[in-house]
């Protein structure tokens, strides 16, 4: 593989998780309080736009890209219509009109997570499948650049959301010399930002994505040419869509138990992203400084990416899984004590190897089980499983149990933190057990590892 074409997959995959990573974090924040003022019920179903986009999305799309028209192209219109709704839905203030605006921009943008998988996979070719958590490694890059360049957007004069890393790092000193750097470089980029979209507000998060999201779609048309394979006349029901040709893996037990699993652990992503903005704040931290903080998850999926290569060589696919559950049910549970700030805020570095060593490793394993012809679609039923099923039963849910556990306090009723955390916590390790019981695939996982191709894919 050639560095330039490293360059360009990660850059794509920088560019992919740049545009969600500027919204989600900042989501609660938006329609919180402090913004829109949504109920917990609203907010509930806010949160579970991504996961009802993940739905129906993902399979048409990923039909698309597998029979009829190449999957950059399909990437690039998808990410320049959902630049147009982005900008549309930042004009709405009332319920409705934001969650439709939402929905309709997350049919598009949830596909496209499966599709930039398989484009990438299908480029680096069958014997770099480990080049893959190196490339996906930039999309993690990206969301953590979202973060931290929103925040400096909200606090340009300032950059308040950083001093805690300079103190932490005992810099404290070099702060204002690197405050007055800041400004001199920024001035003119960000008053013309502040001339364009107003003083800066946690609304903009959208309009951004937007502005982003359409640099995007036109870059998409400059990546590797991805062509479909279309299907012949003469070929079965189940041949010519790809969508039913997918579903028949789910016949595999292990591929059938990976989704069950995968699916469960969708709901405790959509509690984290649902709950974790709330809770910081909750704790003490400044709400504009919030998305920030949450970054820490995506910087601890550096090293977590780097290691995943190894971890899969040395503990094969299964218990590497295992691992990265783990280190999501130790996250709840850390949370569920709720104590000290300090451990709460590095505890979200357990998020990165979460995803790392769990949804990263079942992307690797979804692409070799899925012949040659299927991969985005593939692909779209892991995102459909994660970011579908789990993140609506989850981001809903998230919402009525928050309400149900509440407590009472003075005249009115507070979050029980101990009790919310302690659901997903619960949940995470059920999902450890039957994962450790059921899924056993010992010749698939080393295929896995040495990077062949499985011998049921003759078109791989």
């Excluded at 601890?300 to 691992?323: D, Q, R, W, Y």
């Excluded at 990165?352 to 040659?372: H, L, P, R």
């Amino acid at each position: 593989m050639s560095l330039l074409l490293r360059i360009r997959l990660s850059l794509m995959m920088f560019l992919q998780y740049f545009v969600f990573g500027i919204w989600l974090p900042m989501l609660a924040t938006y329609i919180g309080k402090d913004g829109l003022d949504f109920t917990l019920e609203q907010t509930g179903y806010m949160f579970a736009v991504y996961g009802m986009g993940a739905v129906l999305g993902p399979f048409i799309l990923g039909q698309v890209a597998d029979r009829y028209l190449a999957t950059e192209r399909v990437l690039g219109l998808a990410h320049m219509l959902g630049a147009g709704v982005l900008f549309m839905t930042a004009q709405f203030t009332t319920f409705w009109p934001v969650f439709l605006g939402m929905l309709l921009y997350c049919n598009l943008y949830m596909p496209t997570m499966g599709l930039t998988n398989s484009l990438a996979f299908r480029a680096v070719g069958e014997g770099n499948q480990s080049k893959f958590p190196g490339i996906r490694l930039f999309g993690t890059i990206g969301w953590i650049a979202a973060g931290l360049s929103f925040g400096a957007y909200l606090e340009s004069d300032t950059l308040g959301f950083l001093k805690p890393f300079f103190e932490v790092m005992g810099a404290e000193a070099d702060f204002p010399g690197f405050l007055d750097k800041w400004k001199s470089m920024s001035a003119p980029l960000l008053g013309s930002l502040h001339d364009l979209l107003g003083p800066p507000s946690v609304r903009d998060c959208i309009r951004l994505s937007g502005l982003v999201s359409l640099i995007y779609g036109l870059y998409c048309f400059t990546l590797p040419h991805t062509p479909p394979t279309p299907a012949k006349e003469t070929d079965p029901i189940d041949k010519k869509s790809a969508v039913l040709e997918c579903l028949e893996l789910l016949g595999n037990r292990s591929f059938a138990v990976l989704s069950v699993v995968a699916a469960l652990i969708g709901i405790m992503l959509a509690f984290y992203f649902a709950c974790e903005n709330p809770f910081l704040t909750y704790l003490g931290a400044a709400p504009s400084r919030v998305g920030a903080i949450m970054t820490i998850g995506q910087i601890a999926e550096i090293p977590a990416m780097m290691l995943v290569p190894l971890a899969v060589s040395k503990f094969g696919i299964k218990n590497t899984m295992l691992i990265g559950a783990g280190a999501w049910a130790t996250r709840f549970g850390l949370s569920a004590i709720g104590q000290p700030y300090w451990l709460m805020v590095a505890s979200i570095a357990l998020h990165g190897f979460c995803f790392g060593f769990f949804f990263v490793v079942a992307q690797m394993y979804v692409d070799k089980s899925a012949s040659g012809d299927i991969k985005a679609s593939a692909q779209s039923l892991l995102i459909f499983l994660i970011y579908g099923v789990g993140s609506i039963l989850g981001s809903i849910l998230s919402g009525y149990y928050r309400d149900y556990v509440k407590i009472p306090q003075g005249d009115g009723f507070v979050d029980n933190w101990q009790y919310v955390w302690a659901g997903p916590f619960a949940l995470t390790i059920i999902c450890m057990i039957i994962f450790a019981l059921l899924f056993s695939d010992k010749d698939e996982i080393k295929r896995v590892a040495a990077g062949d191709s499985p011998s049921a894919d003759p078109a791989a």
